[in-house]
C-alpha cells in the first residue's frame, strides 16, 4: 500500500526566510506522480506542482523549488524568501501508475506554514 | 469555465438525517473523486468514478453511495448521518491517466458538513 509522510505538522517563520517542507513517500510501484497542493485559509485546494518518477530533476518556479531524490523516497518543497501569502496549509500526495490507480491520490498530512510579518 | 462545482457550501444535518453533495464539471473529465478531509488531517478517498456508470470505492467509503449517471455529475449521498461524518468533502475531477503522465487533479471549494 502507498503511504506519505509529512513529519513536520507545523512551522512558523518570519517573512524572508527560507523553509523546507519535507515529504517522504511509499511505494511498490516503480512508475508513480507526486504532486503538492497549497490550502490557503478559504479552504480551496491548488496544485503546484506534478513529478513522475522518472524525472529527477528539480524545479524551481519563483520562490518555490522542489527537491526530489528517489533513493530517499524523498520530495521536498522549498520556499525562498517567505512571504505572509505563502501561510497556508501544504500537501504532498502520491499517484501510482498502475493500471487500476485511475489517478486516485494518497494525502500527506499536511503541514502547516505560518509566516509572521 | 466553472471548473468542478459543490453545493452546498455549508450543511448542518441531525444524526440519522440524509443528504446528498452535489458535485459537477464542466472540462469533460473522465475520472471523478470524492475525498474527506478531517480536522488536522489530509484528504482520503471515499469513492471514485472512471466514467458515466462506472464507480468504485476508496479507502473510506462506508456511510457513503455515489452514482455517475453522466459524465458531468458526481452526486455523493450519505444515508442515516453520524457525528464520524463531520468533515469537509472535496469533490475532484482529472482526464484519464495516460502513460507515463499523471494528471493533476482539480478540486472543487467543498462541502463543510456537520452532523449533530
Known amino acids: 500500500a502507498q503511504k506519505v509522510t509529512q513529519a513536520q505538522t507545523e512551522i512558523s517563520v518570519v517573512e524572508k526566510e527560507d523553509v523546507t517542507l519535507d515529504c517522504v513517500y511509499e511505494?511498490?510501484?516503480?512508475?508513480?506522480?507526486l504532486f503538492w497542493y497549497k490550502q490557503p485559509p478559504s479552504g480551496e485546494l491548488v496544485f503546484l506542482i506534478r513529478r513522475n518518477s522518472f524525472d529527477e530533476q528539480n524545479e524551481i518556479s519563483g520562490r518555490y523549488s522542489w527537491n526530489f531524490q528517489k533513493s530517499t523516497s524523498s520530495f521536498n518543497f522549498t520556499i525562498t524568501a517567505s512571504q505572509v501569502v505563502d501561510s497556508a496549509v501544504y500537501f504532498c500526495a502520491l499517484s501510482e501508475a498502475g493500471g487500476t490507480s485511475y489517478g486516485k491520490l494518497t494525502f500527506g498530512q499536511g503541514t502547516i506554514l505560518t509566516v509572521h510579518p | 469555465n466553472a471548473g468542478v462545482t459543490q453545493t452546498p457550501k455549508f450543511r448542518i444535518l441531525k444524526i440519522g438525517q440524509s443528504m446528498t453533495l452535489q458535485c459537477a464539471q464542466d472540462?469533460?473529465?473522465?475520472?471523478m473523486y470524492w475525498y474527506r478531509q478531517d480536522p488536522g488531517m489530509g484528504l482520503k478517498l471515499i469513492y471514485y468514478?472512471?466514467?458515466?456508470?462506472?464507480?468504485d470505492k476508496g479507502e473510506v467509503p462506508n456511510g457513503y453511495n455515489v452514482s455517475r449517471s453522466t459524465t458531468e455529475d458526481f452526486p455523493l449521498r450519505l444515508e442515516l448521518a453520524a457525528p464520524s461524518q463531520t468533515s469537509v468533502y472535496f469533490c475532484?475531477?482529472?482526464?484519464?491517466?495516460?502513460?507515463?503522465?499523471?494528471?493533476?487533479?482539480?478540486f472543487g471549494p467543498g462541502t463543510r458538513l456537520t452532523v449533530l
Open positions: 511505494t511498490r510501484d516503480t512508475t508513480y506522480y
Open positions: 472540462m469533460n473529465h473522465n475520472y
Open positions: 468514478s472512471v466514467g458515466a456508470g462506472i464507480t
Open positions: 475532484a475531477s482529472s482526464y484519464s491517466i495516460s502513460a507515463p503522465l499523471g494528471n493533476e487533479q482539480f
